[in-house]
């Protein structure tokens, strides 16, 4: 298990909306399930397609917020979708599922192992299909 934190709104992007892609300067070959963690600062360099999805929604700092499925990371091959940032990898994600409530947490770069304690408050808050689902390890 893993974790991914993300400026805002890009964050909320993916908890909230439809993206489906994180943009990262470097690769990962980790493909797994991934707590998608919002940063404590905010991009304000997003442009109108992340204001026009994000108006109105709360943009929590320093939570986790959801957890996806890392499926796929490659290089830029032209825009895969519009969230799609050129010269960058690709971070394909699937099966993302919004936590009822943010759990407030410091993050770290990079893809990071998040503690035992964290996981726990995390499956509290998932059903039991659900953490079945989305938690799943698959072996590489």
């Not at 709104?9 to 943009?23: F, L």
């Not at 059903?127 to 390890?137: C, G, I, K, M, Q």
């Amino acid at each position: 298990m893993r974790a991914l934190t993300i400026r805002q709104p890009w964050a909320a992007a993916i908890t909230y909306a439809d993206k489906r892609v994180e943009n990262r300067v470097w690769p990962t070959s980790y493909r797994g399930p991934v707590l998608i963690h919002a940063g404590k600062t905010v991009d304000r360099s997003h442009g109108p397609l992340v204001a026009a999805v994000v108006r109105g929604l709360q943009l929590d700092l320093g939570a986790v917020l959801a957890v996806a499925r890392v499926i796929d990371c490659h290089p830029d091959d032209g825009e895969c979708t519009p969230w799609s940032t050129t010269g960058t990898f690709h971070f394909v994600l699937d099966e993302v599922t919004t936590l009822p409530l943010p759990i407030p947490w410091n993050g770290a770069q990079g893809l990071w192992t998040p503690p035992s304690v964290l996981m726990d408050r995390v499956r509290e808050q998932l059903s039991s299909e659900a953490a079945e689902n989305v938690l799943r390890e698959e072996p590489w």
